[in-house]
T-cell receptor
Framework: DAGVIQSPRHEVTEMGQEVTLRCKPI?????LFWYRQTMMRGLELLIY????????DSGMPEDRFSAKMPNASFSTLKIQPSEPRDSAVYFC?????????FGPGTRLTVT | KNQVEQSPQSLIILEGKNCTLQ??????????LRWYKQDTGRGPVSLTI???SENTKSNGRYTATLDADTKQSSLHITASQLSDSASYIC?????????????WGLGTSLAVNP
């Protein structure tokens, strides 16, 4: 298995633009998590899904952030409009049982 | 205040030496504690996971300990290698979160020099 796949790996955009991050989880895993990592705050859970259904989105910072999981093999995290404070590394992780397996991350820079 | 505190923030050791990283947590009710290794530019990878009843667990040259009474954990690395250079993150979960919402420390950045 290729593991969790994220795209793009790097994204540079201007303030106000829409950003869409993509994730393909490991086949057979029933949980999917979106995290954000910054130096100051470390890893923060934004939202997680179970069997494609959003379970907890209490970590989503504000309405500018939205996430979808239309099927078991694909999820998106969208930021609209983006702001410089959204600059961070965004990780997707898929889970089975108690383990979580992380993708390589998307480094987002908003100028 | 962060519910998971790690020390030291960073550490430099020579190849072949041992080191111990510390983690203190206030998360309650406790379910399990994990240590993750994160290489630069990559996602975290799980090293160990311990429940309340386990006080030590090993994964190769990595040995984690847990004292649930004092809410402390340590990660000991034996005979360090250059490839051990990474950030090591202590992570705790609460029993009511069904082990899904993990509470992450800020990590200890370890550099192993030749």
């Amino acid at each position: 298995d290729a593991g969790v796949i994220q795209s793009p790996r790097h994204e540079v955009t201007e303030m106000g633009q829409e950003v869409t991050l993509r994730c393909k989880p490991i086949s057979g895993h029933d949980y999917l998590f979106w995290y954000r990592q910054t130096m100051m705050r470390g890893l923060e859970l934004l939202i997680y899904f179970n069997n494609n259904v959003p379970i907890d989105d209490s970590g989503m910072p504000e309405d500018r952030f939205s996430a979808k999981m239309p099927n078991a093999s694909f999820s998106t995290l969208k930021i609209q409009p983006s702001e410089p404070r959204d600059s961070a590394v965004y990780f997707c992780a898929s889970g089975l049982g108690t383990e979580q397996y992380f993708g390589p991350g998307t480094r987002l820079t908003v100028t | 205040k962060n519910q998971v505190e790690q020390s030291p923030q960073s550490l430099i050791i020579l190849e072949g030496k041992n080191c111990t990283l510390q983690c203190n947590y206030t998360v309650s009710p406790f379910s399990n504690l994990r240590w993750y290794k994160q290489d630069t530019g990559r996602g975290p990878v799980s090293l160990t996971i311990m429940t309340f009843s386990e006080n030590t667990k090993s994964n190769g040259r990595y040995t984690a300990t847990l004292d649930a009474d004092t809410k402390q954990s340590s990660l000991h690395i034996t005979a360090s290698q250059l490839s051990d250079s990474a950030s090591y993150i202590c992570v705790v979960s609460r029993s009511w979160d069904n082990n899904r919402k993990l509470i992450w420390g800020l990590g200890t950045s370890l550099a192993v020099n030749p």
